[in-house]
Nanobody, 122 residues
Framework: VQLQASGGGSVQAGGSLRLSCVAS????????MGWFRQAPGKEREFVAAISWSGGHTYYADSVKGRFTMSRDNAKNTVYLQMNSLKPEDTAVYYCAAAPGVAGMTPSDFSSWGQGTLVTVSS
């Protein structure tokens, strides 16, 4: 499955952005989908994940209550709504797909998008 992320940009602290990730090549209805991010000089870290149907979502503690992940399997697309953004949210955000079941580490996901840059200024 190929993934194309978009929606990044520059915002001030407290602002919002909505990231999208469109999948092609396969229907993602049997894939766990995830969002990860990587800040300069840091390792890639888990942000959020969503189950096949969207009935279960999982978040890193650092974004819980501010970010919401959703999916539309009919559109083969997942989203990440990011509210109350902070400067420490600045990173390249990647969407990822895992067939079947997955944990919350990058190695659990086999397909990756190219990333979209989010910059939050104070």
């Amino acid at each position: 499955v190929q993934l194309q992320a978009s929606g990044g940009g520059s915002v001030q602290a407290g602002g919002s952005l909505r990231l999208s990730c469109v999948a092609s090549g396969r229907n993602i209805s049997r894939y766990v989908m995830g969002w990860f991010r990587q800040a300069p000089g840091k390792e890639r870290e888990f942000v959020a994940a969503i189950s096949w149907s969207g009935g279960h979502t999982y978040y890193a503690d650092s974004v819980k209550g501010r970010f919401t992940m959703s999916r539309d399997n009919a559109k083969n697309t997942v989203y990440l709504q990011m509210n109350s953004l902070k400067p420490e949210d600045t990173a390249v955000y990647y969407c990822a797909a895992a067939p079947g079941v997955a944990g919350m580490t990058p190695s659990d996901f086999s397909s990756w998008g190219q990333g979209t840059l989010v910059t939050v200024s104070s």
